[in-house]
């Protein structure tokens, strides 16, 4: 007999829906296990089966973790710094040993997610994902309209052009700025493209992750709908 339990029953244990909906799902083909489609009554092992739902692949395995920590200013996005400042890997549990998804250069604050799913790392850092992620970047001068549009319709950079999905002046020296690409100090660079350079950077969002109560330098574990949002979003 195959190892690990029925696939509804599995799937509905790791909160990605009821059994009957887990069922219904089989049953139209939208979940995989291997790169097969799913049986009915299919088992499955977490430690050792991929299963995807909708093609996005599903953590089932009992040792995942999933951090989301406020990052402040100072720290780098590392596991270790030969300069000896502080990582984000030292603010989160040791074990088990988690990395950070994309970066956030040590000027910036705001949301960052650890984790040991290295699925879902490349899901959400990979750019055909196109997860976005909202910052707030205080800047020096007053942001007009023209430097707003032309984030929005895209500036030159020494790595190739780069456009905000969003961008809007809650402030006179604020710009909210929502991009889906990862490259290195990209909202920073954008900003001195148009004339606004960046003083202070917070990441607010990363694709559906916000949490304004969260301190900084505080983290909390995400909670199971977090994940799932994350999976199959």
């Not at 009915?40 to 951090?67: F, M, T, W």
Request: hydrophobic fraction near 40%.
């Amino acid at each position: 007999m195959s190892e690990g339990g029925r696939i509804q029953k599995v799937l509905a244990a790791a909160g990605v829906a009821s059994r009957r909906a887990v069922e219904e799902m089989v049953a139209d083909g939208r979940i995989k296990v291997n790169g097969r489609v799913a049986r009915l009554g299919q088992r499955v092992d977490p430690e050792h089966d991929v299963v995807e739902v909708d093609g996005n692949p599903v953590g089932l395995r009992a040792d995942l973790v999933y951090y989301l920590l406020n990052k402040p200013s100072g720290v780098v996005t590392t596991a270790s710094d030969p300069q000896g400042r502080p990582t984000v890997v030292a603010m989160v549990p040791e074990e088990p040993r988690v990395f950070p998804v994309g970066r956030l250069d040590a000027d910036s604050e705001g949301l960052l997610l650890l984790t040991n799913n290295g699925q879902l790392a490349h899901r959400l850092t990979h750019p055909s994902f196109g997860v976005d992620k909202e910052y707030l970047a205080h800047v020096e001068g007053r942001v007009g309209r023209g430097a707003l549009r032309r984030l929005r319709e895209g500036v030159e950079l020494e790595d190739g052009a780069a456009r905000a999905a969003a961008a809007s002046q809650p402030g006179p020296s604020v710009i909210r700025i929502v991009v889906c690409e990862g490259r290195n100090r990209l909202v920073r660079r954008m900003c001195d493209a148009v004339g606004h350079p960046v003083i202070r950077l917070v990441r607010i969002r990363i694709g559906p992750l916000a949490d304004r109560r969260l301190p900084p330098g505080q983290w909390r574990e995400l909670r199971e709908s977090e994940v799932r949002e994350l999976e199959l979003g």
